[in-house]
């Protein structure tokens, strides 16, 4: 399994720059609905959460996070038209006034009043935001990751299974013990 993980972060990475983009943290690749459930679940989502999905792609983590859990959600994207994309999404599903997206670098994020955030990112650009998160965040807050780890920082659980589809799928919870990590 961790051979899968590099070697398609390798491909994404390439695919990226064979495009001639600017390297991002992560090329949108979406969370399927059964795994954006079982993200927001482990998390312990809740309505007085707010969610952050850094890399939020069209936004259906914030949206769900809205429209199943009754968190209010905040999505951050790099790409204008995912953005527009996921805004677009959360006014049809009626949780716009609970919802928000910008286009924006999540390494120029502020975070601090995140109660949870999400990442499907890569594990080197995850390795980029700990410090980010570990800085801003309060304790208590829980960060869960979709297949890629944060370091070698230890999670608190790791949830496998297989998805609606077959594929298998590795989940990363850490709650924040409120201690700064380079």
């Known amino acids: 399994m961790p051979a899968m993980r590099v070697a398609l972060a390798a491909v994404l990475t390439a695919s990226i720059a064979g495009l001639g983009q600017a390297p991002s943290l992560a090329p949108f690749l979406a969370s399927p609905p059964d795994v954006v459930d079982r993200m927001l679940t482990l998390a312990g989502v809740g309505p007085g959460d707010v969610v952050y999905d850094l890399g939020c792609g069209d936004g259906r983590i914030v949206i769900a996070a809205a429209q199943t859990f009754g968190a209010r959600g905040v999505g951050l994207d790099i790409d204008p038209a995912l953005v527009e994309q996921a805004t677009a999404a959360a006014r ?91």
């Open 92 to 182: 049809a599903a009626g949780v716009a006034d609970r919802t928000t997206f910008r286009v924006q670098d999540a390494l120029t994020a502020d975070v601090s009043d995140a109660t949870v955030v999400t990442l499907y990112l890569l594990s080197a650009s995850n390795v980029k935001l700990r410090p980010i998160l570990t800085r801003q965040l309060r304790k208590g807050a829980r960060i869960v990751a979709h297949n890629f780890p944060i370091g070698d920082w230890e999670p608190d659980r790791v949830d496998t299974f297989r998805d609606a589809a077959g594929a298998t799928r590795t989940l990363f919870l850490w709650t924040f013990d409120g201690t700064f990590r380079p």
